[in-house]
């Protein structure tokens, strides 16, 4: 038989037991959540310089357009991947290939000014190329600043002390972003 004493005893354990099961999910809880919140503030800086780089991308169309009319079809592939990459906004696997497309087709038109004397010797392409390659140089710095701090979330996600309340309240792995400049 149990004593009174004991039985206050076996209360007690049970009820820091909980209390301790309690503090540390939402310990863990906060601290994902906040993990997660940097992660989303970081995407958004990146956001901006893509959506920046987009913003831009008519007028180059439109310059080059003057000097290759030849190359219509290239312009037309650069307007579909633009769109593309404007309408997907979250971080994911979708974005990532939209955005790694439309580079490559940037990439491509500004090669194509390389072999074109007079489209090298615009002004406005030349402006253009200048504000990109700006733009790409601060979206390395800002996608380097992503990925430590997915790497980092996804880290912390994955600690064995971490893992069930990451499981139970639905934070979930995120991906790496890459993107060509």
């Known amino acids: 038989m149990f004593s009174f004493s004991t039985e206050v005893n076996i209360s007690i354990v049970v009820g820091a037991v909980v209390f301790l099961c309690a503090l540390w999910s939402v310990v ?10 940097q992660v989303d503030e970081q995407w ?6 893509l959506r920046k780089r987009q913003s831009i991308l008519p ?10 009319k030849d190359k ?20 994911g696997i979708k974005k990532i290939e939209y955005e790694h497309d439309l580079s490559i ?22 402006e253009l190329k200048t504000e990109i390659d700006e733009i790409g140089n601060d979206l390395e710095e800002e996608v380097k ?3 430590e701090m997915v790497r980092y979330y996804n ?14 309240y639905k934070f979930g792995m995120l991906n790496i ?3 060509e400049t």
């Open 145 to 147: 600043k992503y990925n």
């Open 155 to 168: 880290g912390h996600r994955n600690l064995a002390i971490l893992r069930p309340i990451a499981a139970v």
């Open 105 to 126: 087709l940037i990439k491509e038109i500004f090669d194509l000014g390389k072999l074109n004397m007079e489209l090298a010797k615009d002004t406005n392409f030349l």
């Open 177 to 179: 972003f890459e993107v």
């Open 44 to 49: 958004e800086l990146i956001d901006e310089e």
């Open 28 to 37: 863990a809880v906060r601290h994902l959540k906040s993990l997660k919140k």
């Open 72 to 91: 219509e079809e290239l312009l037309e592939k650069m307007i579909a991947a633009r769109i593309l990459a404007a309408k997907e906004y979250a971080a």
């Open 59 to 68: 007028n180059l169309i439109e310059t080059v357009r003057v000097y290759l």
